[in-house]
């Protein structure tokens, strides 16, 4: 593998100090993302006191026509509308709030739109937002913060708004 573009001197030992630091979370986060199967809408990494944080605002990706049906499935159109949940994107441990000690991103009777964070999950130091697909008022909130979760796990009961 060529020396990473940021790495001093070739590739050789990271000055000391947060450049340093830094050059190495780059390193981490260009792995990172390259490993992963679909894209990426953001990357927070630590050393210590040290973050690098990287959030892309591109355009959303494109859809071809065929790739959505033109009729919704008969057993989604049948369904009353009822309690839906935001579940895991990812294993990891689920937090409510952004840091410790700071105000949870909901609590039980808060209205929420689609798209906003309901919390956070931490996978392999990495904090990945979890958001609502549905607006909805938050019916229950399903797991305690800071336990374990699994993938597609139910975090969040909603009821539509």
Known sequence: MPPAADAPHGGGAAPAGVDGVLAGLRRHARHLVAELA????????????????????GPAERVRPDDVPAVPPPDAAAQPPGPMTVRSPIVGTFYRAPEPGAAPFVAVGDLVRAGQVIGIVEAMKLMNEVTADRSGRVAAILVADGQ??????????????
């Open 38 to 57: 679909g894209p990426v809408r953001r990357v927070r990494l630590r050393s210590g006191d040290t973050v690098l944080e990287v959030e892309w605002h």
């Open 148 to 161: 374990p979760v699994e993938y597609d796990q139910p975090l969040v009961a909603l009821d539509p708004a």
